[in-house]
């Protein structure tokens, strides 16, 4: 019933700064904890980023930690993740996901249960 849907990507010089929005319907986010994660071809999916449910703390991993930051807008139904200082190994389709319980970490695509249809982002000078 759950319905993702992530915007935003496209293509940025090294340095520069992109924000991607996983907006949802059918239900709302602010009972989900969601993650981000980002897939380049060939390599396993990984995860970057998740904010909870309850509290809306956050985890960053530690390649995008101090880069990167998440964050919720309940009125809005959105969440976000706000990218700075890219790199080119940032390059990779960036997915948004909704999960029932605060995830462990390393972040797992298993504790994920809804899944946006994912949105591009290079990188490149």
């Known amino acids: 019933q759950l319905q993702l849907v992530e915007s935003g990507g496209g293509l940025v010089q090294p340095g520069g700064s992109l924000t991607l929005s996983c907006t949802a319907s059918?239900?709302?986010?602010?009972?989900?904890?969601i993650g981000w994660f980002r897939q380049a071809p060939g390599k396993e999916r990984e995860g970057v980023s998740c904010?909870?449910?309850?509290?809306?703390?956050?985890y960053l991993v530690d390649s995008v930690r101090g880069r990167f930051t998440t964050s919720r807008d309940n009125a809005r139904n959105t969440v976000y993740l706000k990218m700075n200082s890219l790199k080119p190994e940032d390059t990779a389709v960036y997915y948004c996901?909704?999960?029932?319980?605060?995830?462990?970490?390393?972040?797992?695509?298993?504790?994920?249960?809804?899944w946006g249809q994912g949105t591009q982002v290079i990188v490149s000078s």
């Open positions: 996901a909704a999960g029932d319980f605060t995830p462990q970490t390393p972040l797992s695509p298993l504790d994920f249960h809804s």
């Open positions: 059918g239900s709302t986010l602010e009972v989900y904890a």
């Open positions: 904010i909870n449910s309850s509290d809306d703390s956050t």
